[in-house]
């Protein structure tokens, strides 16, 4: 995919009057302090960072998002949503119980553990277990899809788009404090947004409103 | 940031929400001291409550669960470090269509709920509060908008509510204290949809001032609003009610979480609180005890207080603690444009049309939806995409039109049924408290408001020049569970908010609307908070308390 916002980087704003304190020190956070394994064994570990790098965008710019440490952190602390959808089990056990059930279906169906098989086939395997086209009895009485599209794809979905580079390729305005904005109506910028480029290369230009 | 481990509103002071580190004085009470009134609850019943209680020279105790908020050192622009503003307790939520919690509907900590609410504060369309009797479904209210009417323009007055010169819909009402915001994008893509389809629209009125007031500074689009507010334009009731009651005399008891509403021996009547703060129990006298912890956590604390005399919970012979809990449902129609929207800019709802509120004819339903304009941001959003089954590439390609999306979502209507309910589930949580287990499931006529509200969003969508639609299911505010009525078999509370089986019980919250209307709730929580501390003042006077 060809980056629409390719000069952007919300990064650049970090001494500017976009970012605060305390916001500096989340993201601090954030990209230097990542976390090691303490919640998730090896096993479930290596599966999870095998599935998020199928579910989660690959970032256009390189380098990686890492994933599994943040959801490991929030496990091991409790910090979760806190409600379960009944039937559920709570969520620390659902993670646990997934991750393995997955593991089950991909032996049961390819004989090879989930992270071994080529990505095609990865991507088939997981849409079949997002259908909740899987075998109840290795979920032992676990929702499958709820586990799919309400713990494990929000899980991973929640901790890439938090990252501010995968912000940054969206063109996300990102932290914005004590400065907000000024322009916000339809095709107004402020010189601290993102700058689009079209697909031809040249920047957009911002065109007359309809109104 | 993380959020405060330790409470901050001890030893005379509470914290200055307008001062980085700041204090300000606190009157505080020993707990033997028996208090006119407990509150249980910080958010917008019941810090409205206790300031116009204090203010009206009662002694108040206003506990809260979550932290006493500095904006200006506590929130952050980032969406993850915020969910420290959520309840995230355990609960359990079931029924045929569950309704999402945490974020989605529920704040801990002084200010509730509205410390990462939208800001919308409407008024009731005046005959919903007797829907039975004008409109033919629902139940009527125990109160007339002619009631509520000047404790209306009363809470939009201390909002500074930022809103149009004429509101286009229902009776005159005057200017709005403060003049309406620019409207951002995605809200002139909401006002050319409604001028191609014939119907009007209008800009919100926000509770988010657009010049200064005091110590809060004009808001500055920068659309953190789910996420609080660290400028303090935001007119939560954190920055406005618990504010003015500190400054009255009341106490606000931060990170003290109210386990049991203690009563007599007899039954007869409450005598304060059981409350845990820093790990140990408590508890507060009182004389007066009013619940409200909003339409999850009320019913629970009113059934967990069940004792030999009410085995079915406090206030509960009428069966109805926890049942009839409504929500608004919420679907989202979305499109793709060719100009920038950039929909993370300003508040995130800046243009309404109430055109369904207004309109009988044409329906094939009972009720009404507003609807508006939104602004999700980016995580927001991506978890939206991901709820819609997008991921990998897909998702990637999708979020790339984050700049060029807009979408609507309605407050539509719910209607109040006995069978959605919050009861007690065989599990405790960390306090040992057991934990709260909703059902719910939309009627039929649930259903066909929704699927009408969608059709008519994406004909305006569309009209506006959207392509490439898509619709979603949601819900937003909780409500019911502990309903007002005029007739005791039907209802936990009477008008005045006050308990039908023990005289010195109340409730003042979300929890007493009796139907939803199809508006968000706040502004009406207010209005009735503040009419309620008016009719205590009143009973009062009469020795009648
Ligand atoms: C994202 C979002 C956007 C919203 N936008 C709008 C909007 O634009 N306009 C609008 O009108 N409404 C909006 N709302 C809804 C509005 O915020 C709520 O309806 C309103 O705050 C409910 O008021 P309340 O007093 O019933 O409860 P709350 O404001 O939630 O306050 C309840 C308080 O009680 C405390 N508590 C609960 N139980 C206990 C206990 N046992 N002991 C001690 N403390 C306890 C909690 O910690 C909480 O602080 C929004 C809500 C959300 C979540
Ligand atoms: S947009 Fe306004 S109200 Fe919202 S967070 Fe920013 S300053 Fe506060």
């Known amino acids: ?211 | 940031m993380t959020a405060p481990t330790a409470p901050r509103a001890r030893d005379g002071r509470a914290p200055d929400v307008f001062t980085p580190d700041g204090w300000v004085p606190m009157r505080c009470h020993a707990d033997s001291e028996e208090v006119d009134f407990a509150i249980v609850g910080a958010g917008a019943g019941g810090a409205t409550l206790a300031a116009r209680l204090a203010e009206k020279g009662f002694s108040v105790v206003c506990f809260d669960a979550g932290p006493y908020w500095r904006p200006l050192d506590d929130f952050v622009s980032d969406e993850r470090a915020s969910e420290m503003l959520y309840w995230t307790d355990p609960r359990i939520t079931g029924g045929d269509d569950p309704i999402a919690l945490a974020g989605n509907n529920c704040g801990k900590g002084v200010g509730g709920s509205t410390v990462h609410f939208s800001m919308i504060s409407l008024r009731w369309r005046p005959e919903w509060f007797k829907a039975r009797t004008k409109l033919g479904y629902g139940v009527d209210w125990p109160v007339t908008y002619e009631q509520m009417e000047s404790y209306y323009a009363q809470a939009e007055q201390a909002l500074s509510v930022s809103g149009p010169v004429k509101y286009p819909w229902g009776p005159p009402r005057g200017p709005y204290p403060y003049r309406p915001h620019e409207v951002n994008a995605p809200g002139l893509i909401l006002a050319r949809g409604a001028e191609k389809l014939g119907v009007k629209w209008c800009a919100v009125p926000l509770a988010t001032v657009s010049a200064p007031r005091g110590k809060s500074p004009p808001c500055v689009y920068r659309g953190w609003c789910h996420y609080g507010c660290s400028t303090n334009a935001k007119q939560s009731a954190l920055v406005v009610w618990a504010t003015r009651a500190v400054a009255a005399g009341a106490e606000i008891r931060d990170m003290a979480m109210v386990g049991q509403v203690e009563t007599n021996t007899d039954g007869t009547r409450v005598t304060g609180v059981r409350f845990q703060r820093e790990g140990e129990w408590r508890v507060q006298k009182a004389r007066n005890v009013v619940v409200a912890g909003y339409a999850i956590e009320t019913p629970r604390l009113l059934l967990n207080s069940a004792t030999s005399r009410h085995p079915d919970g406090l206030a509960n012979s009428s069966g109805c603690v926890g049942a009839y809990l409504t929500t608004h449902a919420g679907p989202g129609v979305w499109a793709t444009f060719d100009e920038d929207i950039r929909w993370n800019k300003g508040p995130p709802n800046m243009a309404v049309t109430e055109h369904w509120n207004y309109t009988d004819e044409g329906k094939d339903f009972h009720g009404g939806y507003a609807f508006m304009s939104q602004g999700p941001l980016a995580r927001e959003w991506g978890q939206t995409l991901a709820g819609r089954g997008l991921w990998g590439a897909e998702l990637q390609r999708e979020m790339a039109k984050y700049n060029h999306t807009a979408g609507f979502v309605p407050v539509a209507e719910v209607e109040p049924r006995a069978c959605n309910t919050v009861t007690l589930a065989d599990e405790v949580d960390p306090y040992g408290l057991k934990i709260p287990k909703l059902s719910f499931s939309y009627s039929d006529n649930d259903r066909r408001l929704q699927a009408h509200s969608k059709r008519f969003m994406g004909q305006m969508l569309e009209a506006a020049g959207g392509y490439d639609l898509w619709d979603n299911d949601d819900t937003s505010h909780l409500m019911g569970t502990c309903r007002m009525g005029d007739d005791p078999k039907t209802s936990v509370v009477n008008a005045d908010g006050r308990s039908w089986d023990i005289p010195n019980l109340w409730v003042c919250d979300g929890s007493l609307f009796a139907t939803t209307g199809a508006v968000n709730p706040s502004l009406t929580i207010q209005a009735l908070a503040l009419r309620i501390a008016d009719r205590i003042e009143a009973l009062a006077r009469r020795g009648e308390l």
């Open chain 1, 1 to 211: 995919m060809t980056e629409r916002y390719p000069d952007y980087d919300i990064l650049d704003k970090w001494s500017s009057v976009s970012f605060d304190d305390k916001t500096r020190a989340v993201l601090t956070q954030r990209l230097h302090a990542v976390p090691g394994r303490r919640f998730f064994t090896q096993t479930e570990w290596d599966l999870l960072e095998a599935l998020s790098s199928r579910l989660a965008p690959t970032p256009e710019r390189g380098g990686s998002i890492p994933i599994t440490p943040w959801i490991d952190k929030e496990l091991f602390e409790g910090d979760t949503e806190g409600f379960r959808i009944e039937g559920m089990p709570p969520t620390l056990e659902a993670w646990r119980k997934g991750l393995a059930a997955i593991e089950a279906e991909a032996k049961a169906a390819y004989v090879r553990p989930f992270a071994e098989l080529d990505s095609e086939t990865q991507d088939i395997f997981l849409k079949r277990i997002q259908k909740g086209e899987v075998d109840p009895a290795l979920w032992r009485g676990m929702d499958a899809k709820r586990f799919f599209g309400d713990i494990l794809l929000k899980g991973v979905v929640g901790v890439y788009y938090a990252h501010p580079q995968a912000q940054s390729e969206m063109g996300f305005g990102g932290p914005a404090s004590p400065r907000g904005y000024v322009r916000i109506g339809l095709n107004e910028h402020d010189p601290w947004e993102a700058r689009e480029v079209r697909a031809d290369g040249k920047p957009r230009r911002s065109g007359k409103t309809q109104r």
